[in-house]
């Protein structure tokens, strides 16, 4: 049969490639898959799609052989096995290929040596490494996938994007025309910015023409519509039903993610009061700058601008996590110098950063610590830590954040990335600052928390705060800013008022030339 | 899976504390032990002899807890012990030779939180090195000999009587433990050190003093071990300048079996204590029943490995 022929026959659902039948999963109390199944075709984008929480990524995990089901049957390309017993190398030799959401690359090792690792090294006489077409090679695959990237470049001093990007042509790298396995990415564009997640896309539809089976988890739904042929929908580990996305409408789709109807959620806007909170002149860090940035009490402004656009330096220059090389910041009117993020504290600043895994979790420590690590003096009370206020309101949080957890006294790491990411907000919006530096706020957050997200971010600025939020979704700021900075090469490029806010105007200005 | 949650929790934590007394039990019963090892003699050198040890345990459990080895808990507990000896011997006050034994503590803490949090040098490095630069300073002051000399009689009786029944030392070590707790569990500073020891870049980044709160831990250690040296002098009447050395790794081990114990998954204090006692009996029974050394040595070695496996399986359940 040709490629063609099964291609024609993985769309009438002849041949399901891969089929997981009765997964199923508990974490203590917790069933985070009930009996689920997964029927995925050749030559078809299959969205895995659900909340925060609705057992996607376990999936994934459990057919990886990453956390064993407890039980449950799969088949991959006809051969039955039993679910349970999936380790990583028999998922490999089965034909699975994995992109997980957590980090799987090696930051110390270079772009050649991490894409060596997911196939083996070439060896010559005496078991010595071929270095010179292993960087060939790289440098081949780097060219296929479009990745701005030297094949010698250490891993780590790419940016997340690219980093992603990697991870993505190792799984791939031996996959063109082939045809025969499954490719399962979980959440690959969490941290992508926008050009990127089209880029990788556009490369996921060529795949899937050229006949490979893809299974897709995200819980953003323009990305369904944009590539998955079908969708298995996951709520409270129960498959809720498999449709064909773009037979329903976004609303339709939405009400069966999340169990319940989600109002349209309207275009928040702050009301700037005129008196200015933020003031920066000239100011300059790394790649950054010279920038020039003001901004209201009640005012949200978006920071838009490609990766290495200085998006980020200039949230973390401006919360003292980076030097800052000139310029002077002035906070309602007063000169601060902040060295480091405990003078940003004290100036009353927050930062919730990018790279949450890196920067803002603290897995070990539980739900309730993590949550009261920016306010822990406040607990500290006649020489004692008052744990009863302290579990008392985070439970407080839990309601008023949707975050669901065991327990206050579970690990953070047992949560999934979106509670993670609504306890990292709750964490420095209970400290009620005056300014806001949201670097990506809505990370792996599904449709429901994101409106929650916005909203919470709407009362802090209603409350007289400021809020600068970078953010790689264009959409987002439109919907939520009353103004946007286009950084370009660390230097404004052009400034939107409320008029202009549409997310193809941003996007424009954001993606043009640099030479222009 | 089948227990209840809160039952498998208190099997968790107390599992290791349940082993301690089965030991104890078991020597206590076993004809060949039973009679020397419940005498009160037998008991309280138990007890005195280790609780300088644990206290350079607890030491050691400090940076621990920032995911950070200090390996010159020993050396810093042998010099301050020579140095102490020394200055006794040669007259000076007993409240001034305190002093002396937690002020070097101190110092040798402080360089070694300068060289990890000032220059960079990794922590393992800079306390091996500092570590073997003490055990030089230490034989340049004694050419390799006991410190005996004239310690006065009200010191050396400290660490030998007893007070209703249990030694004096035990107290000190009890001190010492509830400080240690309380630090680690009752102020903000001993949040942040978990904090650190989870994630340091994230601590950084919800307003940590990073390098202020890991050179603390090292003064902390320094300090501890400091007044470690002085009760093992106290204890022994005199100066071993190989003492300190012995004490490196078993208060180490201590220390990381921490996290199988009341608190899985944590390095904590009461956790350090149930180690080095539950070492301790083993030990103690083994060498009453006879056994020759070695066999200390294979049950050390296969306690801490196991112990800590139990623990990354422990923490790993955790993850519900």
Same mark, same amino acid.
């Given at each position: ?516 | ?147 005996? @000399?004239?310690?006065?009689? #009200?010191?050396? +009786?400290?660490? =030998?009587?007893?007070?209703? %029944? $249990?030694?004096? *030392?035990?107290? &000190? ?111 103690? @029974?083994?060498?009453?029943? #006879?056994?020759? +050394?070695?066999? =200390?040595?294979?049950?050390? %070695? $296969?306690?801490? *490995?196991?112990? &800590? ?12």
């Amino acid at each position: 049969m040709s490629d063609e022929a099964d291609h024609r026959a993985g769309r009438t659902g002849a041949v399901p490639v891969l089929e997981v039948r009765g997964a199923s999963k508990a974490f203590g109390a917790t069933q985070a898959l009930d009996g689920v199944s997964l029927r995925v075709e050749r030559g078809c984008v299959h969205a895995l799609l659900g909340g925060n929480g609705s057992g996607k990524s376990t999936l994934i995990k459990a057919i990886a052989g990453v956390e064993p089901a407890d039980a449950g049957e799969l088949e991959v390309r006809g051969v039955r096995q039993n679910l349970c017993a999936i380790s990583p190398a028999r998922a490999r030799e089965a034909g699975l290929h994995f992109v997980h959401q957590q980090r799987s690359t090696f930051p110390d090792l270079t772009v050649t040596e991490n894409l060596a690792i997911g196939r083996g090294f070439d060896t010559g006489v005496g078991g010595r490494v071929e270095w010179r077409q292993a960087r060939r090679r790289a440098a081949a695959v780097l060219a296929r996938f479009e990745i701005d990237a030297d094949p010698g470049t250490e891993l780590g001093r790419l940016g997340p994007a690219t980093q992603t990007m990697v991870a993505i042509a190792r799984a791939l790298q031996d996959q063109d025309g082939a045809a025969e396995g499954v490719l399962l990415l979980d959440e690959p564009t969490a941290s992508l910015p926008a050009p990127e997640v089209t880029l990788l896309l556009d490369a996921l539809r060529r795949y899937a023409a050229a006949g490979q089976a893809i299974v897709y988890v995200t819980h953003r739904l323009e990305e369904v519509y944009a590539v998955a042929d079908r969708a298995t929908l996951l709520r409270d580990g129960r498959v809720v039903g498999e449709v064909e996305p773009r037979q329903l409408d976004h609303d339709a789709l939405v009400e069966l993610m999340m169990g319940r109807t989600v109002e349209q959620i309207e275009r928040l806007r702050g009301r700037p009061e005129g008196s200015t909170l933020l003031r920066g002149r000239g100011l300059a860090a790394g790649t950054l700058g010279p920038v020039d940035l003001e901004v209201c009490a009640g005012e949200i402004v978006g920071i838009a601008g490609l990766i290495g656009s200085g998006r980020s330096t200039l949230l973390r220059a401006l919360f003292g996590v980076l030097p800052l090389q000139a310029g002077e910041v002035r906070i309602g009117g007063e000169l601060h110098r902040i060295d480091s993020p405990a003078d940003a504290m004290a100036a009353g600043l927050a930062y919730v950063p990018e790279d949450r895994q890196r920067d803002a979790s603290f897995p070990d420590l539980s739900v309730g610590e993590n949550l009261s690590l920016t306010v822990v003096p406040d607990y500290w009370h006649r020489g004692l830590l008052n744990r009863r206020r302290e579990h008392r309101d985070a439970l407080g949080l839990f309601d008023s954040f949707l975050i669901t957890a065991e327990a206050v006294a579970a690990p953070l790491r047992s949560l999934s990335g979106g509670n993670q990411q609504k306890v990292v907000l709750a964490r420095w919006l209970r400290r009620r600052p005056r300014i806001l530096l949201l670097d990506e706020p809505t990370q792996g957050v599904d449709v429901a928390a994101r409106a929650e997200i916005y909203e919470l971010i709407h009362q802090a600025v209603a409350a007289g705060a400021a809020a600068l939020v970078v953010s790689s979704e264009f959409e987002e700021l439109a919907r939520i800013c009353d103004r946007v900075i286009v950084l370009r090469k660390g230097v404004v490029a052009a400034e939107l008022s409320a008029a202009d806010l549409e997310a193809e105007g941003i996007a424009k200005v954001a993606n043009a030339k640099a030479a222009a | 899976m089948t227990l209840q949650r809160p039952l498998r929790h208190y099997l968790e934590a107390y599992a290791f504390l349940g082993l301690l007394l089965v030991a104890a039990l078991f020597f206590s019963l076993w004809p060949e032990t039973g009679e020397t090892f419940t005498s009160a003699a037998n008991l309280r050198t138990l007890v005195s002899s280790n609780s300088v040890i644990a206290i350079v345990a607890l030491a050691a459990l400090v940076p621990l807890v920032c995911y950070e080895f200090d390996l010159s808990v020993g050396a810093i507990a042998g010099l301050s012990s020579v140095f102490v000896a020394t200055a006794l011997a040669g007259g000076t006050a007993v409240p001034l030779a305190i002093a002396l034994g937690i002020g070097l503590g101190l110092l040798v803490g402080c360089v070694n939180a300068l060289l990890i949090t000032r220059v960079g040098v990794n922590a393992v490095i800079t306390t091996l090195g500092v570590s073997i630069v003490l055990a030089g300073v230490v034989n340049q002051k004694t050419g390799g000999i006991s410190v005996t @000399g004239d310690i006065p009689l #009200g010191f050396s +009786e400290f660490g =030998s009587s007893n007070w209703l %029944g $249990v030694p004096k *030392i035990a107290y &000190v070590l009890a001190l010492v433990a509830l400080a240690v707790y309380y630090l680690l569990e009752h102020t903000p500073y001993g949040r942040y050190l978990y904090a650190f020891g989870s994630n340091r870049e994230a601590a950084r980044l919800v307003g940590i003093r990073t390098k202020l709160t890991l050179g603390m831990t090292f003064l902390i250690s320094g300090a501890l071990c400091g007044a470690a040296g002085i009760l093992q002098v106290a204890r022994a009447g005199s100066a071993d300048p190989k003492v300190g050395e012995t004490f490196t790794l078993p208060a180490l081990a201590a220390a990381f079996l921490s996290a199988a114990a009341i608190k899985p998954g944590r390095y904590n204090v009461a956790g350090t204590l149930v180690a080095i006692f539950f070492l301790a009996v083993l030990n103690n @029974g083994l060498n009453l029943a #006879g056994s020759p +050394e070695y066999v =200390s040595n294979y049950v050390n %070695g $296969v306690a801490l *490995i196991v112990g &800590v496996a139990l623990a990354v399986r422990l923490g790993r359940r955790q993850e519900v």
